[in-house]
Nanobody, 121 residues
Framework: QLQASGGGLVQAGDSLRLSCAASGSTFSTYHMGWFRQAPGKEREFVGAVSWSADITYYADSVKGRFTISRDNAKNTVYLQMNSLKPEDTAVYYC????????????????WGQGTLVTVSS
C-alpha cells in the first residue's frame, strides 16, 4: 500500500516536497515512480527512481527542477519540487513497479491515492 502526502497550495517559484510511504517489507525491491494528472488531462510521467536509488529518470518538463529520492530504511520515496510553475498544478501519484523502470504507467503494479498540488501565479 502506498500513501502519498505533502501536497498543498503554493505560489509560483515556491518549493514543495511530496512523500510516499509504503507498507510491507519489500519496498526496497521496487522501482518507484511519480506521475501527475492535471484537470482535464491525461496522467503523465514525472520521474522514477530505481530500487537502489542509483538511477533516476525525469520528464523533460520537470528536469532540473524536481528531484526524486528514496529512503529504503523508512520505506519512503520523495519528490522535491523546486521553482514550481502554475502548469505543475495536478494530483500527484506515486507508484511502484516490481520489474520495470521507466515512464509506462501500465507497467507499475501499485498506486497511491494521490495528493493535490496547486500552484498559483
Amino acid at each position: 500500500q502506498l500513501q502519498a502526502s505533502g501536497g498543498g497550495l503554493v505560489q509560483a517559484g515556491d518549493s514543495l516536497r511530496l512523500s510516499c510511504a509504503a507498507s510491507g517489507s519489500t519496498f526496497s525491491t521496487y522501482h518507484m515512480g511519480w506521475f501527475r494528472q492535471a484537470p482535464g488531462k491525461e496522467r503523465e510521467f514525472v520521474g522514477a527512481v530505481s530500487w537502489s536509488a542509483d538511477i533516476t529518470y525525469y520528464a523533460d518538463s520537470v528536469k532540473g527542477r524536481f528531484t526524486i529520492s528514496r529512503d529504503n530504511a523508512k520505506n519512503t520515496v520523495y519528490l522535491q519540487m523546486n521553482s514550481l510553475k502554475p502548469e505543475d498544478t495536478a494530483v500527484y501519484y506515486c507508484a511502484a513497479a516490481a520489474s520495470f523502470f521507466g515512464l509506462k504507467s501500465a507497467r507499475y503494479n501499485y498506486w497511491g491515492q494521490g495528493t493535490l498540488v496547486t500552484v498559483s501565479s
